[in-house]
């Protein structure tokens, strides 16, 4: 699909003995403030294009802009929960360039004096250590419309027959936070990316400050990747001291796991040219989804020039320290420190928690456990069946659960009817796979099934006696002290009973019979 | 009450309101009373760009049958207005006086305009300006030049040129403007009429297509103080769709213009702007004007502002680099003018861009385009915008110094009287030099207001004095200008406008 020759690549490993690679990440975040930035209209994703636009918006003749103050505050918290400092005094500035999809053909952003800077984030990492990345700063601004281009191969605008323009998204708030150059990662750099990008996620979903829809791009990353010579252990003195390469940006890459493996491959592909004896060109490189490579797109110098000047339609923003203060009391617990609690409280090992983690499902737990069932069953109900037929689908887990209806209180409810004897854990599975597909509740699916323990202690017992009697030698074991050999003979009695019966107490009358 | 002359469009706006207030007159009949006067004499002065004969009579009985139902209306409800062609009106052309806005409807009001509306002023047209209020004479609309009425073949100042000879040819009582660097003071000076821009943030800027944002203010143009200040009364105050719009009550300018009152007030002549350059006669009446203010009880005295002369430089880097920016909107993509580049197939978004902005703008528009985007570029922006923007906090300061020791400052608005259409066109550094003593109020954000001074003795054409007051103290410039008119009056036997030239169709249309 891309016209240009697929570059060569090195070896990642290989690559890895001879450079060392360092990241810079800009993240863009659309925030989901009620309306736009600089004007009243409304924000949502999806409507009919162009039927959220005004005067302001638009950028017709006259208008001004007006700052959305619920955006400011939702920039201010971010910064704080990036451990930023809050500037006291700031100004808007005009990024000027022409575009279609810029109503004004200058963006209204902010440029050396961003609303929060200096800060960090921790990021864990799967093995359970810690990255620690610093932010440059996180800074206000307004998104673009949105330019479809009709006809051509590639829906991009070269070989377009023609473009059309959505101004809905002109307008809508964006925060972009910029890290420092991210070093001494090594060969964990894409691990470090995507940790990164999704803490960040976890970071503004907590804050409640933005949908961080990837898929839906209201948040966006560009990646940028430089390489150096490797001299020694990536966090070396030496290694540090190494000045940095040119370096390339990755625009739009939108998944977590694009951000790894676009930042993996342009390590290969400028390993690749470096060791050849090339030199990278600084440039913005497209990142392609399907093929898992990316493409040369517009040379960017560093005399690219923006013209920024002070915006002279708003005012400065210089929030009051009692306003920052009264905004860090709305911060939630950050999510790095909230796992950590939520873990104790649990009892998981670090590894059932990183499991739980990486299965997207720590929320889910916690309102489970909040509906009455124990860490322990929350944790094991979700990360079987459910969890196992999300990645099938492709689907993160909530939004999985989300889409058929299973709730936390499904599965507080399964597990009820397990504690107080009802079900067994098999006939606890059939349950819930009646819940997956849609049969109701499961006590609704239970009832509709006819599943229940048997609690006739008759019939138990009975067909204890005929198993036992069926297998004079077990039972002889059993009598000798092998206590271990009662397994065979439960087996048999719960096909005797036809799963309908509870396994420990088949286990209690076998033994009880035999000693 | 002042008997209204027989010819309506003689009267002041202030007798035009009483005679409405008391029904002895119609919004109706004031409003057709002008538009004949423009059908009459709009061919030879070129003052305004669209008439809207229809809405302004449709506006003027709806007026009319407020009044009749008894309902509580405006000090200017009923007297019909000019409008500044850079101001959006919804449904009427608005232009700016460029070719890349031709066509262009507004779907949307200025705050001004509702204003206005609101207020119960039919809007009699739009009037002529240099493109973009790039100028100082009209001569740089698209649409040709409006007229001095004094001598057709001189500039009524710009770039609100349209709205300063409508006033002095009589084809609107008031007249809306916007100041930039001085294009509603010089424009009144050179046509013996009266303007005021007030306080940046005085008057609402949402719906001024903008020149240079942070120097742009729109204000009032009359005929009299106390005219202007009734319209300043109605344009100003607090609008929340301007971020810089001050959030505060107008200051009392019609009970100024009213009082009349200069005595004990401390008046600084400005000892930078009146010297070199500016023409015996203008600086006659200044002097003239001086020593009346002294005889009506005011102390004179004459204070230094050493940084303005290093204002015009500075405003012709701030200017076109905001200029440069505002600009940049006109893009043909979404309204106005689109031209297609000749021999291309096929052209790009960016050619058509370039190709409708070399036909859409004017070469005093491209100059300042050019001008403003070097300056801003990096690597210059320091040298010039940064610089400027020092010079411009130095204004401020020299401002804030004299107003330590005065109440207000005066000098004369422009250094000479109306030149010959074509004098300075190929000459922009002589254009620009017409705003000398007007550019350092918006540069620091003061008010600052023009009224007749009388005539020059050289080329007996209008002269003008400036009062620059501290900023939201706009109430001042109306004491002095209306004590000061009232003493001028007095000596010429009548206003300065009777004795401006009966225009050759309007005493053929009028039978005079
Ligand atoms: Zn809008």
Redesign the pocket.
């Known amino acids: 699909m891309s016209t240009a020759t697929a570059d060569a690549v090195m070896d990642y490993d290989e690559a890895m003995g001879k450079f060392d690679p360092v990241m810079g990440l800009e993240v863009h975040v659309e925030l989901h403030t009620a ?2 930035m ?4 409304p924000t949502e994703f999806g409507a009919e294009p162009n039927s ?7 950028g017709l003749p006259g208008a001004l802009p007006v700052v959305n103050e619920k955006a400011v505050e939702s920039a201010i918290r971010i910064g704080l929960a990036l451990n930023c400092e809050i500037a006291q005094w700031c100004r808007f500035a005009r990024k000027n360039y022409f575009y279609p999809d810029m109503p004004k053909n200058f963006q209204t952003s902010q440029y050396d004096e961003p609303i929060a800077y200096e800060g960090y984030l921790d990021v864990e990492l799967e093995d359970g250590s810690t990255y620690r990345v610093e932010i440059e700063r996180a800074h206000m601004e307004e998104d673009t419309g949105k330019s479809l281009h009709i006809g051509g191969a590639t829906g991009r605008i070269h070989g377009a027959d023609h473009s059309l323009v959505d101004y809905n998204r ?2 809508i708030p964006l925060i972009e936070i910029v890290t420092k150059p991210m070093v001494g990662a090594g060969e964990r750099a894409p691990e470090v990316a995507k940790a990164y990008v999704s803490a960040l996620r976890d970071l503004l979903r907590a804050l409640d400050v933005s949908d961080v829809k990837m898929e839906q791009g209201s948040m966006r990353c560009d990646a940028n990747v430089s390489l150096r010579p490797r001299v020694g252990e990536p966090t070396s003195a030496e290694q540090l001291a190494v000045p940095l390469g040119t370096r390339t940006e990755t625009k739009n890459v939108n998944s977590l796991r694009s951000v790894e493996r676009a930042v993996r491959y342009e390590i290969s592909r400028h390993a690749a040219i470096l060791d050849g004896g090339g030199s990278i060109l600084q440039e913005t490189r497209h990142w392609h989804e399907d093929t898992g490579i990316t493409t040369s797109g517009r040379v960017k110098s560093d005399a690219e020039d923006y013209r920024y000047f002070p915006e002279p339609d708003l005012v400065p923003v210089a929030p009051t320290r009692e306003t920052v203060e009264a905004l860090r009391a709305t911060l939630p617990e950050p999510p790095g420190l909230r796992r950590k609690r939520l873990q104790s409280d649990w009892g998981y090992s670090d590894l059932e928690m990183r499991d739980v983690v990486n299965a997207g499902a720590v929320e889910l737990i916690e309102e489970t456990v909040a509906a009455g069932a124990s860490a322990a069953a929350a944790k094991k109900w979700w990360l079987g069946e459910p969890s196992r037929r999300a990645n099938a689908e492709g689907q993160d887990i909530v939004t999985y659960a989300a889409g058929l209806g299973l709730t936390p209180a499904h599965i507080a409810e399964l597990d009820g009817l397990v504690v107080s004897g009802r079900l067994n854990d098999s006939m606890a599975r059939q349950v819930l796979d009646g819940v997956l597909a849609g049969e109701g509740t499961p006590t609704a699916v239970a009832d509709a099934r006819g599943l229940e323990l048997v609690q006739d202690d008759g019939a138990l017992e009975a067909a204890v006696d005929k198993v036992i009697a069926a297998n004079p030698d077990v039972a002889a074991k059993i009598r000798d002290g092998k206590v271990a050999a009662a397994g065979a003979l439960i087996g048999q009695v719960m096909k005797e009973m036809k799963g309908q019966a509870d396994a420990g107490k088949a286990r209690e009358l076998i033994l009880a019979k035999l000693q | 009450m002042t008997d209204l002359p027989t010819d309506l469009t003689r009267a002041t706006a202030a007798d035009l309101a009483g005679a409405l207030a008391s029904k002895t007159i119609s919004s109706v009949e004031v409003t057709q009373a002008y538009l004949d006067r423009i059908a009459a004499v709009d061919g030879q002065v070129h003052s305004y760009l669209h008439v809207d004969t229809d809405g302004a009579l449709a506006q003027a009985r709806a007026v009319d049958e407020r009044r009749a139902a008894g309902e509580s209306l405006g000090a200017l409800a009923g007297v019909p207005i000019a409008v500044k062609d850079v101001m959006t009106t919804k449904g009427l052309p608005t232009t700016c006086g460029s070719k890349i806005l031709e066509g262009w409807i507004p779907p949307y009001d200025a705050t001004v305009v509702t204003k206005l509306r609101e207020a119960g002023l039919p809007i009699l047209g739009k009037t002529n300006m240099d493109e973009f209020a790039m100028g100082s004479s009209t001569e740089h609309s698209a649409y040709g030049p409006s007229r001095n009425p004094w001598d057709l073949d001189r500039i009524p100042g710009g770039s609100g040129g349209g709205s300063s000879s409508v006033l002095a040819s009589f084809q609107a009582p008031l007249a809306t403007g916007t100041d930039t660097g001085g294009s509603i003071r010089q424009p009144a000076a050179v046509t013996a009429t009266v303007g005021t821009k007030p306080t940046y943030g005085g008057v609402s800027r949402y719906g001024l297509v903008a020149l240079a944002s942070s120097l742009d203010q729109a204000g009032p143009c009359g005929r009299t103080v106390l005219d202007t200040a009734l319209l300043h009364a109605v344009m100003g105050g607090h609008d929340p769709m301007d971020s810089t719009s001050i959030d505060a009550p107008v200051p009392p300018v019609v009970e100024a213009a009213r009082a009349a009152d200069v005595r004990g007030m401390r008046i600084g002549v400005v000892k930078e702007l009146g010297g070199e350059g500016y023409q015996p006669g203008v600086r006659a009446r200044f002097d003239e004007s001086v020593a009346l203010l002294e005889e009506l009880g005011a102390e004179v005295v004459e204070v230094s502002c050493p940084n303005f002369d290093y204002a015009l430089a500075a405003y012709y880097l701030i200017l076109p680099s905001e200029a440069s920016s505002n600009l940049a909107k006109f893009d043909a993509m979404r309204y106005g003018l689109r031209v297609l580049p000749e021999g291309v197939d096929d052209p790009s978004a960016e050619q058509v861009m370039a190709a409708t902005r070399d036909a859409g703008f004017g070469p005093e528009v491209k100059r300042r385009i050019i001008l403003g985007t070097y300056a801003l570029s990096s690597g210059y922006y320091d040298a010039y915008y940064g610089s400027a923007q020092k010079v411009r906090a130095l204004i401020a300061q020299d401002f804030a110094a004299a107003y330590g020791r005065v109440d207000v400052l005066v000098s004369p608005t422009a250094p000479t009287t109306a030149f010959k259409l074509g004098d300075k066109l190929e000459d922009p550094m002589a254009m620009y030099l017409n705003d000398i003593a007007t550019i350092p109020a918006n540069l620091a954000g003061v008010p600052g207001m023009s009224i007749p001074s009388g005539l020059a003795d050289e080329d007996g054409l209008p002269a003008g004095i400036q009062i620059l007051a501290p900023a939201t103290k706009d109430e001042r410039l109306y004491s002095v200008g209306a004590a000061l008119e009232a003493a001028l009056v007095d000596r010429w036997g009548g206003p300065i406008l009777d004795r401006a030239p009966e225009l050759g169709g309007a005493a053929a249309a009028k039978g005079a």
């Open positions: 309306t736009k600089f004007c009243g209209c959220q636009v005004c005067p302001v918006c638009l002109a307008g």
